[in-house]
């Protein structure tokens, strides 16, 4: 292939384009690098294993704290746990009693304060995989087996190490998460809220505003990471959000949050000014109506995965009227409710 | 400030902050601009752009001053972006393209026309993998032999991947060109 003549001239037009190109943008700061750079020398000249000792200390304060959901009254759990603790007791000369927090299992957790946040190791000091999705339902798959659906921009961070032992990685945006059963607790830290699980699906979302939880299975910790450190334990249907650092439970939350991820949108007399903004960031089309005597009509229905066309036209049919599509954008006609 | 590069890997050495800052600035465009060859994310290649002058400040003592410090910098931008790859390529989809045989040196010649941020755009469109041999071979002119070492691949999959990223390169750039045309 790479013999033919005719073939090479297009390495060579790209080389020669590539050669000296420049590209401009701000971050990252020479300040940010310096700051790094700095900080590995200050390790290494102190001559101990700094990112060892972080983890270890991190271990165990994620371990400390998360006793909890190892203890939670659930009876499978526990016989495994007694067992485990039979067959590998714990050395007492590797691990001293300061490091044990003596915990009952029905108290609640130690809240995380800013101060032991700082025992958490620095993002820079471990190999850390980040992977960001670049398109809407991405189906991420974790190396421990739980699956993450992630919308567009939504991120994921974990340290190198993640897998049986570890899980625990940073999220922020909009993600389905469908969590492999497992006794060493699921940690998802965003922040504003943690939250830790043991083999359960939910909805999360973490944006500039706040933190909203949808349980769909299981069972879900959800912890406030600022100040009070308080914390909800969710259900099945439950909901909660973190909010100007409140964390709160969620009555009567939305059934098409969960529509990015499954495409089915539920209505039940619901005004139709309230629909067209979530079908049109679904769909990704400015969806508008001719006449606002329809704002407030309502739509009852049920759309499974249907594409945008066929959505137009229940909608126009239930207000007797029609729908077109003009230079990209939905306009909806009708004269009033049926 | 710096009349020869020698005085500015000097500054470098003796970890002078001015000397530093003069060469990240000067080489970061550059480097901003290989990242972005091998990755779509914005955000990633502002992690591999400061994992990568991190490394170039740590290892400067080691620079011998045989051959351009910008080819060593390049080298160590690329062995920290593969570094990356191999961390997260379990996760990649390999998905070619149907292949096809497009006149080439129409292709050429759109690449010719085409601006630099948009041939960057086109080439982030190739499946991973494929673009990770195709820069390395294609633009980096690495061999086979050490972009199979490098991707930890034998030697004959670099080539059939390299063969088939140019397939689908030339697929994409013919398409860009239609796209480009029917939008006038």
């Not at chain 1, 700061?29 to 700095?38: A, I, T």
């Not at chain 2, 902050?17 to 990633?44: D, H, N, W």
């Not at chain 2, 292709?107 to 941020?117: D, G, L, N, P, Q």
């Amino acid at each position: 292939m790479s013999q033919n003549p005719k073939n090479k001239s297009l390495e060579e037009v790209l080389r020669k384009k590539f050669d000296s190109v420049e590209l401009d943008g701000e971050r990252p700061s020479f300040d940010k690098v310096l700051n790094s750079f700095q900080k590995l020398e200050a390790q290494s000249a102190a001559g101990f294993n700094f990112k060892l000792w972080l983890s270890v200390a991190a271990s165990f304060l994620l371990l400390t704290i998360l006793s909890y959901l190892f203890l939670v009254p659930d009876e499978k759990q526990q016989v495994v746990a007694v067992d485990t603790l039979k067959e590998l007791p714990v050395k007492p000369k590797e691990i001293s009693s300061d490091d044990i927090v003596q915990q009952d299992p029905f108290t609640p957790l130690v809240p995380i304060k800013e101060n032991d946040r700082n025992l958490i190791p620095d993002p820079h000091s471990i190999e850390q995989i980040t992977f960001i999705s670049a398109e809407r339902n991405y189906r991420y798959q974790l190396p421990d087996n739980s699956i993450v659906f992630l919308d567009e921009g939504a991120s994921v961070k974990y340290e190198a190490d993640f897998g049986r032992k570890n899980r625990s990685l940073q999220f922020a945006g909009t993600g389905y998460f469908q969590i492999e059963k497992s006794n060493v607790p699921f940690v998802i830290t965003t922040d504003r809220s943690m939250t830790a699980v043991k083999g359960t699906s939910f909805n999360l979302r973490s944006d500039e505003l706040a933190d909203e939880m949808i349980v769909t299975s299981g069972r879900v910790l959800f912890t406030l990471v600022k100040d009070t450190g308080q914390q909800l334990v969710l259900e099945k249907g439950n909901a909660a959000r973190v909010i100007n650092e409140e964390l709160k439970l969620v009555e009567d939350h939305n059934p098409n949050d969960l529509s990015w991820h499954t495409g089915v949108f539920k209505y039940k007399t619901t005004p139709i000014e309230k629909m067209l903004p979530e079908l049109s960031a679904f769909y990704g089309k400015e969806i508008s109506m001719e006449n606002s005597s329809i704002a407030a009509c309502t739509f009852s229905g049920t759309f499974r995965n249907l594409d945008l066309p066929k959505v137009m036209q229940v909608i126009a049919a239930s207000l007797n009227g029609h729908w077109k599509e003009e230079e990209g954008k939905i306009i909806l006609t009708g004269t009033g409710c049926n | 400030m710096y009349t020869t590069e020698q005085e500015l890997v000097l500054a470098c050495k003796r970890k002078d902050r001015k000397g530093m800052q003069f060469l990240y600035q000067k080489f970061l465009p550059k480097m901003r601009a290989i990242c972005f060859r091998y990755t779509r994310s914005l955000v990633e290649v502002e992690d591999l752009l400061q994992e990568t002058f991190i490394k170039v400040f740590s290892r400067i003592h080691t620079f011998s001053g045989e051959g351009s410090l910008e080819g060593w910098i390049r080298k160590i931008c690329v062995n920290t972006v593969i570094n990356h790859y191999h961390k997260n390529c379990k996760f990649n989809n390999h998905i070619p393209l149907e292949e096809t045989d497009d006149n080439e040196l129409d292709v050429v010649e759109i690449a010719e026309r085409t601006s630099v941020e948009e041939l960057i755009k086109i080439i982030g469109q190739l499946p991973e993998g494929y673009r990770m041999v195709f820069n390395l071979v294609g633009i980096e002119g690495y061999s086979h032999k050490e972009a199979a070492e490098i991707l930890k691949i034998s030697e004959s999959s670099s080539r059939s991947q390299y063969s088939r990223a140019r397939k689908n390169l030339i697929q994409l750039l013919s398409a860009y060109q239609y796209e480009s045309e029917s939008e006038k």
